[in-house]
């Protein structure tokens, strides 16, 4: 079992740096907040963890903290601000799952990761959990590695152009003809764009960036023609750096692709995957049976039916069989808020909203949706 178990781990940190060196990426570079991992130092922390059979939750347990792998700068998803905290919808989740497993939002280092860095830190044990504005593929949950949680923004690409270039928020893909496309190195991006393109017998000239913010750069000083990557981050972008002179337009309406955004940790380690799910589910539930952050002492001193009871720590729980406390998620919705608190709190600012979207309830139309807890 463990033999087998550590041949697997080998044959995926193999298939990883090919996957990376696909992706033009060293795996160990380009981050310029500290966050690059020695490749020695790196391996020998996953043989650690493999080895003793254990799960990263009893690592997190006995560390005090979770180490968060998140962007840094995906606006309202994860921003590193000037006093060094990070904000937004993703650092929000990452705080839950501290609440859920130390009792405590703030036991959060936060590591923040370009696209292309991302799974090598999960791979080699540099982060526990990558909460990054990352799509569940098969690719990446199969050749890269990684286990995915839940779904937690369904999310879809989209371009974004200047207006004075002639494009409307109804554009299409066959108006693009001849345009500089810039994209992030490493994302799903690059390869939705080109089979996009392909099919609508476009050419068009694709740039590559590591960092994103070269990608709206050129957009401002007109390198690029258009930007594109997931519709929430186009969003994000044209809020805080469209310029006064200019008009950026998002299109087409209906996205060129499926985005689910969510959190994704190293495979088979069902312990950990068990933790971080049922950390997005109850948040799911709370929002469902509308337990917030304010209402929850009342919630947990009268429960208003059995399954909000049991995930407040009540009769029947289930927390203690997962190895956290009995009070996990009702520290979770206590100190970080249910799915919409979390949702309204990061997203409308910037023009983001549940209604009439994927991200709705499953009762008013939308996808989010959560088993039962019981
Ligand atoms: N969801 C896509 C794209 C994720 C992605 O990294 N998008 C870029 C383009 S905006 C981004 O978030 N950049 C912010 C950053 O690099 O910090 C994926 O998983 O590949």
Same mark, same amino acid.
């Given at each position: 079992?463990?033999?087998?178990?550590?041949?697997?781990?080998?044959?995926?940190?193999?298939?990883?740096?090919?996957?990376?060196?696909?992706?033009?990426?060293?795996?160990?570079?380009?981050?310029?907040? !500290?966050?690059?991992?020695? $490749?020695?130092?790196? /391996?020998?922390?996953?043989?650690?963890?493999? @080895?003793?059979? +254990? *799960? =990263?939750?009893?690592?997190?347990?006995?560390? !005090?903290?979770?180490?968060? $792998?998140?962007?840094? /700068?995906?606006?309202?998803?994860?921003?590193? @601000?000037?006093? +060094? *905290? =990070?904000?937004?919808?993703?650092?929000?989740?990452?705080?839950?799952?501290?609440?859920?497993?130390?009792?405590?939002?703030?036991?959060?280092?936060?590591?923040?990761?370009?696209?292309?860095?991302?799974?090598?830190?999960?791979?080699?044990?540099?982060?526990?959990?990558?909460?990054?504005?990352?799509?569940?593929?098969?690719?990446?949950?199969?050749?890269?590695?990684?286990?995915?949680?839940?779904?937690?923004?369904?999310?879809?690409?989209?371009?974004?152009?200047?207006?004075?270039?002639?494009?409307?928020?109804?554009?299409?893909?066959?108006?693009?003809?001849?345009?500089?496309?810039?994209?992030?190195?490493?994302?799903?991006?690059?390869?939705?764009?080109?089979?996009?393109?392909?099919?609508?017998?476009?050419?068009?000239?694709?740039?590559?960036?590591?960092?994103?913010?070269?990608?709206?750069?050129?957009?401002?000083?007109?390198?690029?023609?258009?930007?594109?990557?997931?519709?929430?981050?186009?969003?994000?972008?044209?809020?805080?750096?469209?310029?006064?002179?200019?008009?950026?337009?998002?299109?087409?309406?209906?996205?060129?692709?499926?985005?689910?955004?969510?959190?994704?940790?190293?495979?088979?380690?069902?312990?950990?995957?068990?933790?971080?799910?049922?950390?997005?589910?109850?948040?799911?539930?709370?929002?469902?049976?509308?337990?917030?952050?304010?209402?929850?002492?009342?919630?947990?001193?009268?429960?208003?039916?059995?399954?909000?009871?049991?995930?407040?720590?009540?009769?029947?729980?289930?927390?203690?069989?997962?190895?956290?406390?009995?009070?996990?998620?009702?520290?979770?919705?206590?100190?970080?808020?249910?799915?919409?608190?979390?949702?309204?709190?990061?997203?409308?600012?910037?023009?983001?909203?549940?209604?009439?979207?994927?991200?709705?309830?499953?009762?008013?139309?939308?996808?989010?949706?959560?088993?039962?807890?019981?």
């Amino acid at each position: 079992m463990g033999r087998s178990k550590w041949w697997q781990v080998v044959a995926a940190i193999m298939a990883f740096s090919l996957l990376a060196a696909a992706c033009g990426d060293s795996g160990s570079s380009n981050n310029d907040q !500290g966050a690059g991992t020695g $490749g020695e130092e790196a /391996s020998s922390t996953t043989v650690a963890v493999v @080895q003793d059979g +254990g *799960s =990263v939750l009893d690592t997190v347990i006995s560390r !005090g903290k979770l180490i968060c $792998g998140v962007s840094g /700068s995906a606006v309202a998803f994860s921003e590193t @601000q000037a006093d +060094g *905290s =990070v904000t937004g919808f993703d650092a929000d989740y990452c705080r839950a799952v501290a609440a859920a497993v130390l009792g405590d939002a703030t036991a959060v280092e936060f590591v923040p990761l370009s696209a292309s860095e991302r799974f090598t830190a999960v791979q080699t044990g540099e982060v526990d959990v990558l909460i990054r504005n990352t799509t569940w593929t098969q690719s990446r949950d199969t050749d890269v590695g990684m286990d995915f949680g839940p779904t937690t923004y369904y999310d879809g690409q989209q371009l974004m152009a200047r207006e004075s270039d002639g494009f409307t928020s109804d554009s299409t893909i066959a108006d693009i003809e001849g345009a500089v496309v810039c994209v992030n190195a490493g994302t799903t991006t690059e390869k939705n764009i080109t089979e996009a393109a392909d099919a609508a017998g476009v050419t068009i000239t694709l740039k590559t960036f590591e960092e994103s913010d070269a990608v709206y750069d050129g957009l401002i000083d007109g390198s690029c023609d258009i930007a594109t990557t997931d519709g929430s981050g186009l969003v994000g972008r044209k809020v805080k750096q469209q310029p006064a002179d200019q008009n950026w337009v998002i299109f087409p309406p209906t996205p060129i692709s499926k985005e689910p955004l969510g959190p994704t940790y190293l495979q088979n380690d069902s312990k950990w995957a068990d933790v971080i799910n049922w950390t997005v589910y109850a948040t799911i539930i709370f929002d469902e049976k509308g337990i917030t952050s304010q209402n929850v002492d009342e919630m947990k001193a009268n429960p208003p039916d059995g399954e909000a009871g049991r995930l407040l720590g009540g009769e029947g729980e289930l927390q203690t069989a997962m190895g956290l406390s009995a009070d996990a998620f009702y520290n979770v919705v206590k100190q970080v808020g249910n799915y919409d608190e979390i949702y309204a709190k990061n997203l409308n600012p910037v023009g983001l909203f549940r209604q009439g979207s994927q991200n709705a309830r499953a009762s008013e139309g939308g996808l989010m949706f959560a088993p039962p807890a019981r």
